[in-house]
Nanobody, 120 residues
Framework: QVQLVESGGGLEQPGGSLRLSCAASGSIFVIYAMGWYRQAPGKQRELVATITSGGSTNYADSVKGRFTISRDNAKNTVFLQMNSLKPEDTAVYYC??????????????WGQGTQVTVSS
């Protein structure tokens, strides 16, 4: 069993900042890539940012220079620091983790989602 628990969403004004966290727990053998996706109402889920086990990062063009993804391997946690927020960042944000579970193999897991609303 693997659990991904997200936190840090909420309501923020344009130009403000929020920090999302996603902690993975359970019978985890190793974690590979971790990332964040988002889904706005009426739109498809889209990639926001990813980070490999070695620390290499990738960002959607729409968030480059504003968002920063990082991870704490000792705590199996991935973060998303979101600065200079815009109304178009409003969405449900999901963490995504690729990992291997003891005696069960490798798979992709999703968090439950956390709402981020940017509005004045």
């Amino acid at each position: 069993q693997v659990q991904l628990v997200e936190s840090g969403g909420g309501l923020e004004q344009p130009g403000g900042s929020l920090r999302l966290s996603c902690a993975a727990s359970g019978s985890i053998f190793v974690i590979y890539a971790m990332g964040w996706y988002r889904q706005a109402p009426g739109k498809q889920r889209e990639l926001v940012a990813t980070i490999t086990s070695g620390g290499s990062t990738n960002y959607a063009d729409s968030v480059k220079g504003r968002f920063t993804i990082s991870r704490d391997n000792a705590k199996n946690t991935v973060f998303l620091q979101m600065n200079s927020l815009k109304p178009e960042d409003t969405a449900v944000y999901y963490c995504n983790v690729h990992l291997t579970v003891w005696n069960r193999g490798t798979g992709e897991y999703w968090g439950q989602g956390t709402q981020v609303t940017v509005s004045s």
